[in-house]
Nanobody
Framework: QLQASGGGLVQPGGSLRLSCAAS????????IGWFRQAPGKEREGISC???????EYADSVKGRFTVSRDNAKNRGYLQMDTLKPDDTAVYYC?????WGQGTLVTVSS
């Protein structure tokens, strides 16, 4: 299973790092997808971190968000910088058919 954490309240322009912890499987062997769902909107994919190390980002977050992995901790990370109010959403990680439970990010002054 997966567990996402690290969300919270942050001011515009601030940063947060989300964590996606895997248990029961080795995260390094699989792609990690990051998604978010804003209030009243559909869930959207924002990043993919492939098992070969390649990364993709949605245009809405490109240049501001960065994915990484810590294989020793069996975790993936989503570093979010220069946050905007439009980034407010519940953020999810996905891997090997599993969804994390979601973590709320609120960007507000």
């Amino acid at each position: 299973q997966l567990q996402a954490s690290g969300g919270g309240l942050v001011q515009p322009g601030g940063s947060l790092r989300l964590s996606c912890a895997a248990s029961g499987f080795t995260l390094d062997y699989y792609n990690i997808g990051w998604f978010r769902q804003a209030p009243g909107k559909e869930r959207e994919g924002i990043s993919c971190h492939s098992r070969d190390g390649s990364t993709e980002y949605a245009d809405s977050v490109k240049g501001r968000f960065t994915v990484s992995r810590d294989n020793a901790k069996n975790r993936g990370y989503l570093q979010m910088d220069t946050l905007k109010p439009d980034d407010t959403a519940v953020y999810y990680c996905w891997s090997r058919g599993h969804w994390g439970q979601g973590t709320l990010v609120t960007v507000s002054s």
